[in-house]
């Protein structure tokens, strides 16, 4: 055999294994991806929406009504898969639009509507593992770790939550960077019903406005946080009562976005998962 026979048999067989090799990679990130989009529980609508419809304790702005509106997303979002063996990364991004609604009181007896213009961007992060075989359906990839979902307003975003606290005589939780705190969908952190909570945000804004939202039953929930000075807002929430998964979402803005008409809408967002689960 020949010097350049044995060369480009040699040549072909690199090529073969390496097209191989990236079909196998493609065909994987294909099959997250579809994991990804199926997946109607952790990736949807990131920090949708408040809805006026069945909502609760929404006088809590001192001069009037807050909510948000419907919102619309990017037609297909944003679903980066890095591979690394039997384990990937996943980062899922998102835009959120909409507009933001405020009745303000301008005396005892009347109010005037202010609408503003919104848009945000989410992201969550996963962590996915090869558990059963390539032949099988999904090539065996399974979901397995979640982050927090991180969302921050498009156009202007000077307000930042440094860290998120909850305590209550059961557990005590800090996290610092959303991103990069993953909990394993098979074991959640789970609250008992109606276990009372004590939850601080530390942020850089003295005179931001912080909310929680959260959903009992089919009612959606706003409690405010009171603020307590250089950047610190706490506030007390008991935990739902029927078991299961539950999100809750952890606002902050800027006190220009709701009490001041032309500011623009200055938002940090976190949204945390977690189960409702009666003690073993």
Not at 36 to 64: C, H, P, Q, R
Request: aromatic fraction near 12%; hydrophobic fraction near 40%; glycine fraction near 8%.
């Amino acid at each position: 055999m020949s010097k350049w026979l044995r060369l480009s048999l040699a040549l072909f067989v690199v090529l073969t294994v390496g097209l191989s090799c990236k079909s196998a990679v493609e065909q994987d990130k294909t099959a997250i991806r579809a994991l990804v989009e199926g997946d109607t529980t952790y990736f949807k609508g990131g920090t949708a929406g408040d809805s006026s419809e069945n909502s609760m304790f929404l006088d809590d702005t001192t001069i009037g009504i807050w909510w948000r509106g419907a919102q619309t997303h990017d037609s297909t979002p944003v679903v980066e898969v890095g591979l690394l063996g039997d384990s990937a990364w996943v980062a899922w991004h998102q835009h959120n639009y909409g507009q933001l609604f405020h009745w303000v009181k301008t005396s005892d007896t009347t109010a005037v509507l202010w609408i503003k213009e919104l848009a945000e961007k989410v992201q969550l992060n996963a962590v996915f593992k090869r558990e059963g075989d390539q032949a099988e359906v999904n090539r065996g990839w399974k979901l397995k770790k979640i982050s927090l979902v991180d969302g921050t307003s498009d156009s202007v975003n000077s307000v930042k939550i440094d860290s998120l606290k909850i305590h209550s005589t059961l557990r005590e939780i800090t996290i610092i960077d959303p991103l990069n705190t993953y909990y394993f969908t098979d074991s959640l952190v789970s609250f008992t019903p109606g276990e009372q909570l004590t939850i601080t945000l530390y942020t850089n804004a003295d005179d931001g406005l912080a909310f929680l939202h959260a959903f009992w039953g089919w009612l959606f929930v706003r409690i405010p946080f009171e603020s307590q000075g250089n950047g610190v807002f706490t506030g007390t929430w008991n935990a739902q009562i029927i078991p299961g998964l539950r999100f809750a979402i952890f606002d902050f803005v800027s006190n220009g976005t709701l009490l001041e008409p032309t500011a623009a809408y200055d938002y940090k967002g976190w949204l945390f998962p977690y189960l409702i689960k009666t003690a073993d």
